[in-house]
């Protein structure tokens, strides 16, 4: 089995570690050629190890069985131009919802499945640091069954991380797509860690908001969410109230956010079944005025 990552940022090496004794290519667009590398990750738990990786350009011309994209949602499209046709299937590791959509027709089987991933991780001076354990969920979405899911299940297992298969992945697609589009966008504006939206009262009234929307939203797709959607919340904003957003780290370093994958799809399948989600909207619109601003100055 021939598994290709790509994108080697946080999340890209560390899956790339969890499969570094397989038959990887590990893609990057910042590479030239293939070339082995060495690297070296933390883990808060179990201490520090090096590993070697295969990095190799996007010219490379392997086949894969499994392509994992690990890049931000709006780049995967430069990964999949050049490489239609050359992967079996793909697991999309994003935040967010829908880049599984964009993924598929340029797979031989037709087949791409979202895959969410709960690990905290950073690069830090070159650096893999992963900052919270979590778990690779994986399964089927909407009646399509994956066909390398058992084997790359036990591929990350064999390499130490923690994986829950499911029937359906999509609940878990959505719990994830809760917590982001209740934290991302309001650290993200106020430039807060995300503990503060559990201290201060007036964040959390508005956090409660964007809760029942994507809640509702939810309920209108069908989706029944794997546990109670404020429990949950509170408990992830707990766990991490110290970090800084992905969302929030985005807007600091001037790039552009995944808003449009989070709020922005909530939005839009709000739109399509006539209801108004007002907190989701002006959280659209303030983190779509900053990447505004940040293009301008730079
Ligand atoms: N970080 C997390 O803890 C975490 C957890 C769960 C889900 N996610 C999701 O996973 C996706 C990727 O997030 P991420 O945190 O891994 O993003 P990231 O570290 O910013 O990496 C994004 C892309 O930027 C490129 N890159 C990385 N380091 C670079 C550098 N020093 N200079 C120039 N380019 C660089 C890489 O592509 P090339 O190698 O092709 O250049 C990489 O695929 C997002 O959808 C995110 O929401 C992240």
Not at 3 to 25: A, D, P, Q
Not at 114 to 139: F, M, Q, S
Not at 164 to 184: A, F, I, R
Request: charged share 25%; proline share 3%; glycine share 8%.
């Amino acid at each position: 089995m021939i598994y290709c990552v790509f994108g080697l940022g946080n999340i890209g090496l560390l899956t790339s570690f969890f499969l570094r004794k397989e038959n990887l290519f590990a893609i990057s667009r910042r590479a030239s050629e293939c070339r082995e590398t060495r690297m070296r990750i933390y883990f808060l738990s179990s201490g520090e190890e090096s590993f070697s990786l295969n990095i190799c350009s996007l010219e490379t011309s392997v086949r894969c069985d499994v392509a994992i994209f690990s890049s931000k949602a709006y780049e995967v499209k430069d990964y999949i131009m050049g490489f239609k046709g050359r992967f079996d299937e793909a697991y999309c590791l994003q935040n967010g919802y829908g880049v599984w959509e964009e993924v598929k027709p340029y797979s031989t089987l037709n087949k791409a499945f979202p895959a969410p991933v709960t690990y905290g991780v950073k690069t830090r001076n070159g650096e893999i640091v992963v900052t919270g354990e979590g778990v690779y969920y994986l399964g089927g979405f909407r009646g399509e069954e994956p066909v390398h899911l058992d084997s790359l299940a036990k591929a990350l297992i064999n390499g130490g991380a923690r994986v829950q298969v499911v029937n359906d992945v999509e609940p878990y697609v959505w719990q994830k797509l809760l917590v982001n589009s209740v934290t991302n966008p309001l650290t993200a504006v106020l430039k807060v860690p995300n503990g503060y939206l559990l201290k201060n009262k007036y964040l959390w009234k508005i956090a409660e908001e964007v809760i029942r929307e994507v809640t509702d939203v939810a309920r209108r797709e069908g989706i029944t969410f794997p546990e109670d959607p404020v429990i949950f919340v509170k408990r992830v904003l707990e766990a991490t109230s110290s970090n800084y957003s992905s969302m929030l780290q985005d807007v600091m370093r001037g790039r552009k956010t995944e808003i449009e994958y989070i709020n922005g799809f909530i939005i839009r399948k709000a739109s399509e079944h006539g209801v108004n989600v007002p907190f989701n909207l002006i959280l659209y619109y303030l983190v779509k005025s900053l990447e505004n601003i940040i293009s301008e100055v730079a």
